[in-house]
């Protein structure tokens, strides 16, 4: 059996995640982990805001009118008109309606009101950011001084959260979402560029349901009504403008983030996310490296046989997760949210299994191994022991020199494994081990202080008591401490080296007479 290669398993966890960013689905769990973060990131709808639904049509002709009405409608609410109005609907260059559209905001505009609109920044055909992209607006209104604003207003979402970016930079222009321009008109300055994308919850619809109204509803309203007086009011087609496995419309997605801007006095606060591609492979990368420590702990201070490797993922998995929860509550509470949770997840997982899957390779190859020939490796007594200064030195006065010069019944010198004495300069110090215990006569494990501490001695132990099950090996155990013995190793035989007792006495009988056990100590 080839010894495992480490590279390998690096290079499959590799292609592993690099497969998992070309499926989007992992996405969607971290967006209903947020759904489900506490309630401060929920802003409290603002009561200055006022939404009117205007029905989408087919015909561009026919929606502009509507919109025209709409806006004609709110302009002839003397003394009630509001501050700002925002048509969340980019006007394209199409001229079909534009005039009618142009007057009707210049009427509203003349009762004091200031009006906004939004733009799409992206390629129709690349759904990818175009540095030209006012070429698809009517110009005449955006650059031509007919509108008091614009802004972008890209929302992404699901499980009734969103996030968006306060800021776009396209080419040369830092293009402010909608409701960051209305905050400027309202407050007279920009609210500074976000660094990160801010995440916000959707609250109650019924709030935004109780503050709408529809086109026919408000050219039925008396115009003397005050409802809308000083507020802000956004325009849009509610039922027409939902993304795919967006939380809510856009215009609604609009409203909740202006309530956060404009009253942060009565908001509840929101988190801004930490996105970058920097961040993102740092966070995968820390998870693994975690994930990994924790398995090799395990590894290191747990005895390990094939029916208990499983201990080493299960603990690499929970410290990678415990990890990332850390982070989380961390950047948390410093108005932070690391948004990309669910890959370094699974990059946690993955470094688990395939950690597990090398262990286990590495664990049959070293069993497996047959470097030398039999009658060359052939022992009659195997010694474990810890290799501490003050033991290894008991061990090589009280127990190897003196079984290297006792014999067997037949006379010949018995064969004893000594590390320091029978690997050689040049050969595999680890395969030699498993290869000296497999074939060995009898394992003599030296239990002193720190021999439980040690991996390879724990190792050789479990090894030799799976033998010793199949009936391959003898197992005679010296006890030389005072400190318990674990309890998955109580139901082993061992003699007594603590005393006076002439213990090598008793080993060697151990070993002429196989049937007789020793005393248990």
């Known amino acids: 059996m080839r010894r495992p290669r480490p590279w390998l398993y690096v290079l499959a966890w590799a292609a592993l995640l690099v497969a998992a960013l070309f499926v989007a689905d992992w996405r969607q769990w971290d967006w209903r982990l947020y759904a489900h973060l506490p309630g401060r990131e929920t802003p409290r709808f ?38 700002v109005v925002a048509l969340d609907v980019a006007i394209g260059r199409d001229s079909v309606g534009l005039d009618e559209l142009t007057a009707a905001i ?12 939004a733009v799409n920044p ?7 950011p175009n540095p030209d992209f006012m070429d698809e607006h009517a110009r005449a209104l955006y650059a031509g001084g007919v509108l008091d604003g614009f802004g972008h207003t890209r ?36 609210p500074p560029p976000g660094r990160h994308p801010t995440l916000l919850h959707l609250g109650d619809r019924a709030e935004v349901q109780a503050r709408t109204l529809d086109l026919a509803g408000l050219l039925a309203a008396n115009p003397r009504d ?22 809510a419309s856009g215009p609604e997605m609009l409203a909740w983030a202006l309530s956060d801007l404009i009253a942060p006095a009565d908001s509840a606060g929101h988190y801004e996310l930490v996105t970058s591609p920097a961040w993102l492979l740092g966070v995968l990368l820390a998870a693994t490296l975690v994930t990994a420590v924790a398995m090799g702990a395990v590894y290191a201070r747990v005895p390990l046989a094939d029916n208990r490797l499983w ?23 410093l108005g932070h949210i690391y948004p990309q949770v669910s890959l370094p997840a699974l990059g ?39 290799r501490s200064t003050a033991n290894a030195e008991w061990v090589r006065t009280h127990v190897y020199e003196p079984l290297r010069t006792a014999t067997r019944p037949d006379g010949e010198p018995l064969r004893v494994f000594f590390d320091t004495e029978a690997i050689r300069p040049g050969q595999a110090w680890f395969r030699r081990l498993a290869q000296a215990l497999h074939n060995s006569r009898c394992v003599v494990p ?35 401490t005072d400190k318990p013995v674990p309890a998955v190793y109580t139901g082993l035989q061992w003699i007594d080296a603590r005393g006076e007792g002439d213990f090598l006495a008793s080993l060697l009988a151990g070993l002429a007479d196989e049937a007789t056990p020793p005393s248990q100590g």
């Open 106 to 117: 210049r009427a509203l505009q003349s009762q004091g009101t200031r009006v906004v609109a």
């Open 446 to 480: 030296v239990f002193s202080d720190d021999y439980f501490a040690k991996r390879f001695c724990r190792y050789e132990l479990d090894l030799a008591n799976s033998l010793q099950v199949a009936g391959k090996i003898r197992l005679i155990p010296l006890l030389r």
């Open 46 to 83: 603002s009561a200055r805001i006022e939404l009117v639904d205007v029905p989408y049509s087919a015909d561009l002709g026919t929606y502009r009118t509507r919109l025209a009405q709409t806006l004609r409608a709110l302009a002839t609410r003397v003394p009630g008109v509001p501050h």
């Open 226 to 247: 005050e409802r809308y007086r000083a507020k802000l009011v956004i325009v849009g087609s509610l039922a027409e403008d939902v993304h795919r496995q967006a939380p």
């Open 348 to 386: 946690a997982a993955a470094a688990a299994g395939l950690g597990w899957l090398y262990a286990r390779r590495h664990l049959k190859w070293w069993e497996s191994g047959r470097e030398m020939g039999e009658e060359e490796s052939a022992y009659d007594i195997f010694v474990s022991y810890s």
């Open 122 to 128: 992206q390629d129709p055909r690349t759904n990818r």
């Open 311 to 333: 201990l080493m993922p299960a603990a690499g998995v929970a410290a990678g997760l415990l990890f990332l929860l850390g982070l989380l509550l961390m950047l948390a509470g």
């Open 155 to 190: 929302f992404d979402g699901l499980s009734g959260t969103f996030k968006y970016d306060s800021h776009l930079r396209i080419g040369g222009l830092r293009l402010p979402m909608l409701a960051v321009k209305i905050a400027e008109l309202e407050h007279g300055r920009s």
